[in-house]
């Protein structure tokens, strides 16, 4: 559970910084080359991890290797490898293969899987006192729902960046 969490906010970073380098047409990508390598490193670790071991929706983890390879194959490997390879084959130095960064929205339920972590997390936390969990379980709530707000305004706001950017063309807006 704590590796779905972290590989989660692996990608809630990457959900926001991805949207951000294609607004500055790549200009902010030196800034966050290292950032980007390292999230598709632990990314492609993770890749590694279920074609191993896949778990099912009821958390039953499949022991046989041929089993989990093709459960995995089945659903979102694809995605995966084109969301995390390009990047560490070329280093981050060829910004035309950083569209292959967009198939990480494909996985955009490790979005919101991280609330859910989160929630579990202050739940066992404070799984003794009930008063005092379901306030914090209305706090969190209040959090996501602030979180995905800030979120889609930050995806919307780097697409009016990037179609202000370049004043030579209208894009049928005037």
Known sequence: MFWEFVIASLFIISYWLIPMNFASKMKNLDNFRATELTIDFIIGVDVLLNLISESTKDMHVRKYLTEAAFAYLRTYLVVDVLSFLPGLVTWEQNSNLYYFKLCRFLRIKRFFSFFKYLDNFFCSW?????????????????LKLIFIYYFICHVFACIWLFLGIDGSESYGLT
Do not use: G, H, P
Request: charged letters at 20%.
């Open 126 to 142: 404070f799984q003794n006192n009930n008063k005092y969990k379901q306030i914090v379980l209305k706090i969190s709530s209040i």
